[in-house]
Each structure stands twice: as C-alpha cells, then as structure tokens.
C-alpha cells in the first residue's frame, strides 16, 4: 500500500525567505512518482513539481526544488524567495508505476508574511 | 497540458435535491476521475470514470449516491445525488495521460454547499 505523510499543518515565512515544506512516503513499488500541487483558496488543484524514483537529480521549477532523498523516502519542496502569492496549501503526492491511482497527502497550509 | 473546464464553478443547494458537475476537456484522453475534497481535508477519490462503461467506484462510494457518466474521451458528468449537508465539499476532475511520470491535471473545482 502507498502512504504519503505531511507533518506540518500549517506553516509561515517571511515574504523573500525560503521554506521547506515536508512530505515522506511508504512504498514498496521500486518505481514510483512524486508530485507536488499548490491548492488556493479558490480551490483549484496547481501541478507544481514532478520527481521520478530513478532521478539522479532533484527537480526544479523556477523557485520550486524537490529534495529528494530516497533512503529517507522523503520529497521535501522547497520554495525560494517567498511571495504573498505562495499562500496556500500544498500537496504532496505519489503514484506508483504499477497503478494510475494518485495517493494524497494531508496538505500544508503556508501563509507568507509580509 | 490539456484544458479542463468545471461548471458549475459552485453552488448552494437544498438538501434533498441533486446536482450534476460537468467536465469538458479540450483533447481526448485516457482517463477521467473524480474526487472530493471535505472541507479541511486531503482529496479522497471518488471513483474513476470509464470511457463507454461504469465507472469504478472506490470503497464508500456507490454509483446511486455518485452516478457517473463518461459518453466520450472528452467529456464526464458527476451527480451527487440526495443530498445532505454532510455533501458540502469541494468536487473535483482530473485527467490522467496513464503515464506515470506525468501528473494527474485537475479542473477548477465545484464548491458545493447544502442547506
């Protein structure tokens, strides 16, 4: 069974700052993808970063970067210099190779302060 | 990607009654689902919709509650049907390419709240 877990509620940074937002998983598929999705409040989901299991290379997108550390099973998003824009709530999913279902986790709501 | 229009946008309904959720998209593809959103909560999936058959419902959905329509490659309908104020909840659509390094594109939503 595929788990994805985001510890942190809620989080806030100051406008320009950077913040990492968590997320871990529970797999046993050896290939599998990671995604990130930005939900604002007026609720449309925004695909934001995408990482492979077999990536060497942790992914960007623009001030968007994946940490991935596979040992860990973790894929932390980093966002860089924080904008009032940011504030939202952030996915954090998996699917793996074997199946098309998207497994969902519990999201964090980021406030940037200005 | 492609372009995923979801309508009603949101609505406010009587308890009872019943609604269905258009989603149009602007090129064929493989697969449709569709989600709900409780307020506060993560997306939990409803059921995916099959081209030209039933959908398939997942554990705590059933199709009289959630009928599901899917006439072609570009276009399904969701109905949430007798509803109850615990059916206030965000909808929403998503496709799916079925390649596994792409992501799952979603429309708008349809903020729903029943009275």
């Known amino acids: 069974a595929q788990k994805i877990t985001q510890t942190q509620p809620g989080m806030f940074v100051q406008e320009k700052e950077a913040v990492t937002l968590d997320c871990t998983y529970d797999t046993s598929d050896p290939s599998y993808g990671l995604f990130w999705y930005k939900q604002p409040s007026s609720g449309e989901m925004i695909f934001l970063i995408y990482?492979?299991?077999?990536?060497?290379q942790n992914a960007t997108e623009g001030r968007y970067s994946l940490n991935f550390q596979k040992a860990r099973k973790s894929a932390n998003l980093v966002i860089s210099a924080s904008q009032l824009g940011d504030s939202a709530m952030y996915f954090c999913a998996m699917r793996a190779s074997t199946g098309n279902q998207f497994y969902f986790g519990t999201g964090t709501s980021l406030t940037v302060i200005p | 990607s492609a372009v995923i229009s979801q309508k009603p946008s949101r609505d406010i309904c009587q308890r009872g009654t019943s609604l269905t959720i258009q989603c149009q998209v602007d090129?064929?593809?493989?697969?449709m689902f569709w989600y709900r959103q409780q307020p506060g909560q993560s997306l939990t999936l409803i059921a995916t919709a099959n081209q030209g058959s039933e959908a398939t419902y997942e554990s705590g959905f059933v199709i009289d509650k959630f009928p599901i329509s899917r006439p072609n490659l570009t276009f399904s309908t969701l109905t949430v049907s007798n509803m109850s104020p615990e059916d206030s909840s965000i909808y929403l659509c998503s496709v799916d390419t079925g390649d596994s390094n792409q992501p799952q594109h979603f429309g708008d939503g349809t903020r729903l709240s029943i009275l």
């Open positions: 090129s064929q593809v493989t697969m």
């Open positions: 990482q492979g299991s077999y990536d060497q």
